[in-house]
C-alpha cells in the first residue's frame, strides 16, 4: 500500500483530499539523493505518509489498518534505536575522556 505513489486513476479524489502525497518510493528516493538533513526530516515525511493514510481511509478500512500495523512498528523501532544511542552516549560520558582507555591505550586500562 504504502510503496508507491497513490494511483490517481484508481483514487481520482486523493489529490482533492491529500494536499501532499507521500510514500516509501518517494522517500527511498530522498535517501539515495541525500535530501534528507536530518532523521527528524525523514520521521516528518513517515508521519505524513500515515497521517495521509489515517485522513483518506474509513475507520474499518483495510488501509487504515496496515497504516496503523506500519505506524506501530515504525514507533517501535524508533524507540529501541533511541534507546539504544542514549544507552551508549551515557556510556561513552561516564567513561570519561578518552572514551574509556587505559594507561597503556587499551580499552580497560590493561598495562
Same mark, same amino acid.
Given at each position: 500500500?504504502?510503496?508507491?505513489?497513490?494511483?490517481?486513476?484508481?483514487?481520482?479524489?486523493?489529490?482533492?483530499?491529500?494536499?501532499?502525497?507521500?510514500?516509501?518510493?518517494?522517500?527511498?528516493?530522498?535517501?539515495?539523493?541525500?535530501?534528507?538533513?536530518?532523521?527528524?526530516?525523514?520521521?516528518?515525511?513517515?508521519?505524513?505518509?500515515?497521517?495521509?493514510?489515517?485522513?483518506?481511509?474509513?475507520?474499518?478500512?483495510?488501509?487504515? %489498518? &496496515?497504516? +496503523? $500495523?506500519?505506524?506501530?512498528?515504525?514507533?517501535?523501532?524508533? @524507540?529501541?534505536?533511541?534507546? #539504544? *544511542?542514549?544507552?551508549?552516549?551515557? %556510556? &561513552?560520558? +561516564? $567513561?570519561?575522556?578518552?572514551?574509556?582507555?587505559?594507561?597503556? @591505550?587499551?580499552?580497560?586500562? #590493561? *598495562?
Amino acid at each position: 500500500i504504502f510503496l508507491e505513489p497513490v494511483d490517481p486513476q484508481a483514487y481520482p479524489d486523493y489529490r482533492v483530499r491529500i494536499a501532499r502525497p507521500m510514500d516509501l518510493r518517494t522517500m527511498q528516493g530522498k535517501v539515495d539523493a541525500r535530501g534528507y538533513a536530518s532523521f527528524g526530516e525523514f520521521e516528518a515525511d513517515f508521519r505524513l505518509m500515515i497521517n495521509n493514510c489515517y485522513r483518506f481511509n474509513p475507520r474499518q478500512s483495510f488501509g487504515r %489498518a &496496515a497504516g +496503523a $500495523a506500519l505506524d506501530s512498528y515504525f514507533t517501535s523501532v524508533v @524507540g529501541r534505536a533511541s534507546a #539504544a *544511542a542514549a544507552a551508549a552516549a551515557a %556510556a &561513552a560520558a +561516564a $567513561a570519561g575522556p578518552g572514551g574509556g582507555a587505559g594507561r597503556s @591505550g587499551e580499552v580497560g586500562g #590493561a *598495562a
